[in-house]
């Protein structure tokens, strides 16, 4: 595998679910990794990040809400997503992240994650 989502789900607002993407060693073990979210209509765009360091970086609109975790030992990368608004229903992928303007080529299935008002 690749890059492989799991996780998503149908939830009410205020709740939370957990992500997670198992990804390929072999291409993404030195990597950085984005989780990555996709709206009915609307551009795809990063929603968090983390360096090999452990640095995070998040998008203000998730800001305090979800945390993006890597084990390297496992070779995943997940996101928790707590307090979920109807705003945060997207398709939600993970792939590689670089800083500057980069956006992947190839992506693996996402995960689907709607949240009801």
């Known amino acids: 595998v690749q890059l492989q989502a799991s996780g998503g789900g149908l939830v009410q607002a205020g709740e939370s679910l957990r992500l997670s993407c198992v990804y390929s060693?072999?291409?993404?073990?030195?990597?950085?990794m984005g989780w990555y979210r996709q709206a009915p209509g609307k551009e795809r765009e990063l929603v968090a990040s983390?360096?090999?360091?452990?640095?995070?970086i998040y998008a203000e609109s998730v800001k305090g809400r979800f945390t993006i975790e890597r084990d390297s030992e496992k070779n995943t990368v997940d996101l928790q997503m707590n307090s979920l608004k109807p705003e945060d229903t997207a398709v939600y992928y993970c792939?590689?992240?670089?800083?500057?303007?980069?956006?992947?080529?190839?992506w693996g299935q996402g995960t689907l994650v709607t949240v009801s008002s």
């Open positions: 060693k072999t291409l993404y073990g030195l990597k950085f």
């Open positions: 792939n590689e992240y670089r800083t500057g303007n980069y956006v992947p080529v190839n």
């Open positions: 983390i360096f090999l360091s452990g640095r995070t």
